[in-house]
C-alpha cells in the first residue's frame, strides 16, 4: 500500500518532470528538469530496496552527467540559451513520437518476454560486498572485463578531451 | 554504551502495540516525526554555528563579536534569523524564474540530504543503508548543481561567473573528498555508517590510530578538501565578497538568500562531522585499554562524543578560515589537480597495501 502510494508520486514526478524536459524551449531548464528525472529514477531504484544503483544513479547521474551537460550547454550560442529560438517543429515532434513509440515497443516486449511482471522479486538489499566482488571478479556472473574496458574507454575520453581542449603554444 | 535503540524500540512498540496502528499508519508517524527532528536539529545546529563563527572570528580578529543582544550577545542569532525570515522576497526582473526559485531548494536538499546520514549515537543513525558513505558523496555532490542554477537564473554576470567558479572549484575537491572517504573504507570493509563507527570502537581503534599514516594523511586531506567544499575561506572562491560583490547569492533576499547562508554552515557541521565519524570514530569513546578509565570514557553518552570532535574541528576550520588569506582561483584547482589528488591516489595504494598486509593496529 505505502510502496504503491510512493510509486504513482514519484512515477508522476517523473513524467511531469519529462515531459517539461522536452516542452521548454529554454535548454538550462530542460537540463534541470532531467535532473529532476533522474532523481525521480534513484527514487524508484530506493523503493525497490536496490540502494547501490540508487546511489550510483544520484552520483554519476543527477551528480555528474547533469553538471556535465550544464558545461556542455555553456558552448550553446546566447540565443539558444536565452529561448530566442523557436525549436519544436513538426519534423522534430513526429521524430520524437517513433522514438518514444519504438522505446515503448521495446520496453513492453522485454517485461512481457522475461515475465518481470508475474515474477515475484524478493525484497531484499543486496549486501555490498557482493556487488564489490560482482564488479572485479572474473567468474562466472562477475564483470571484470567490462569494468576495466569501461575504465580504459573512460580514460581514452578524458585523454580526447584534453588533446582537444589543449591550445598548442604559437611557435 | 547507551544504545539508543532502545528508545527507537519503545516508541515503534508504543504505536503498534500500544495504540494498536497498522504497519502504514506507525511508519508514516515515524518517518514524520524523525524529518521534524531532522530539521529542528538542522535549524538549531545552523544558530550554534552562526553564533560560534561570529564569536570565533571576532576573537581571531581581537574584538568581542556581538554583545548587545543578550547576555554576551547570545539572542543575536535569534534576532537575525527573525529578520530574515520577514524580509520580503522578491524576483528579479529578467530572471529565470524557475530556475531561480529551485535552486536553493536543491542547495538545502543536499545539504539536508547529508545531514541525516551522520551518526548521532549508538542506535541514533538516521539514514544507515549500507551504501552509506557512497549515497553521502552522491547526495551532497546535488548542492553543487544548486548553487550553478542560483548563479544561471539571477540574470547577472557576477552571479554567473561566481557560479562557474564555484562549480569547478566543488567538483574539482569531490574528487579528494571521495578517494579519503574510499581509503577509510578499506579499512573499516564497511560503508554503512553505523558499521565504520563499530570499526573503530575499542582501545586505540580510531582510524587514525588503527591505521596510522595512511589514515593521518587522509584524514588532513578531507578536512583541506572539505574546506573547499563547503566554500568556506581560504577557498571561499565562490563568494569573493571583494570582486564578485556576493558570488552566486547576490540576487537572493529573505529565506532564498537564507537558505544558501544554512547549506554553507551546515555544510561546514557535515565535513566536520563525517570527518569525526570515519576518522576519529563517530560516537565511540577514548579508549585505551585500561579497564577503569574505558568504564568511566563510557559512560559518557556517545552524542557528547560525536558533537565534542565534531565542534572541535568545526573550531580547527574555523581557525583555518580566519588565519590564512583567500587563494586565487588558479591557485586552488592547482593544489587540488597537481598535489591533493595524486596524494590520494598514492595514499589509496599505500592504504591497500597496508591493510593486504595486516600492518594496521588490531
Redesign the interface.
Known sequence: MANIIMFIILAVFIIVSALMCVATTRIVRAATFMLFVLLGVAGIYFLLDYTFLGAAQIAVYAGGVTMVFVFAIQLVSKRALQGLEKRVKAGTMAVGALCALAGLVVVSLILLKAGFLTQEIANVEVPMKEIGTALVGSGKYQYVLPFEFISVFLLACIIGGLVVARKEEEA | MFDFSIVTQWFDALLRETLGLG??LS??IECVLVGTAILVGYALIACVLIFMERKVCAYFQCRLGPMRVGYWGLLQVFADVLKMLIKEIFIVDKA?K??YL?APILVIMGSVGAFSFLPWNNGATILD???GV??L???S??G??GI??AG??SNNKYSVLSA?RA?VQM?SYEVSLCLCLITAVILTG???MSGIVEAQTGPFKWLIFQGHIPAIIAFFVFLIAGNAEANRGPFDMAEAESELTAGHHTEYSGMGFGFFYLAEFLNLFIIAGIAATVFLGGWAPVNIGIDAFDAVMNYIPGIVWFMGKTFFLVWILMWIKWTFPRLRIDQILKLEWKYLMPMCLINLVLMTVVVALGLYIK
Do not use: E, H, R
Request: aromatic content about 16%; cysteine-free.
Open positions: 504497519d502504514f511508519i508514516l529565470d524557475i530556475l529551485v543503508f549500507n551504501v557512497f549515497l558523496t552522491a547526495i555532490s546535488i553543487v548543481i550553478f542554477l544561471w537564473g562557474m562549480a567538483i564497511t560503508m554503512q
